[in-house]
């Protein structure tokens, strides 16, 4: 994965995943969630989009500049579901262990507090 740009704007953002998608670019947009939270509590002022492909990467930045620049290996929409789906389950996998690890040491420290 590579970063192809920052947004100030989530939607922003989520127009030009979508224009690259329609073209056979996989993206990611991370840091939403943390935009959404605003900004002034999170510290998350812009979000990234991510190029999920390493070797789309160079088309997705010619795109950015030439909406006609042909994509040399576009991926059908299928593969993109595909890709999205297996790159957001991990993504949720680990969120959700960093929430059990924190949950766990939390009591600890609770318990050698009250001990």
């Known amino acids: 994965m590579q970063l192809l740009r920052k947004y100030n704007s989530l939607l922003e953002a989520q127009q030009v995943a979508m224009d690259l998608r329609s073209r056979g670019i996989a993206t990611h947009i991370a840091g939403k969630e943390s935009y959404r939270a605003a900004p002034i509590f999170s510290g998350a ?5 991510w190029v999920v492909l390493d070797h789309q990467y160079d088309d997705a930045l010619a795109l950015l500049d030439d909406p006609d620049h042909p994509v040399r290996d576009p991926l059908p929409v299928e ?3 595909v890709l ?9 996998h680990r969120a959700f ?7 766990v040491v939390m009591l600890g420290l609770f318990l050698l507090v009250i001990s």
């Open 45 to 49: 002022f812009y979000v990234g989009l």
């Open 79 to 81: 593969d993109i579901d």
């Open 84 to 92: 999205e789906a297996d790159f957001n389950g991990e993504v949720s």
């Open 97 to 103: 262990s960093f929430i059990i690890i924190g949950a």
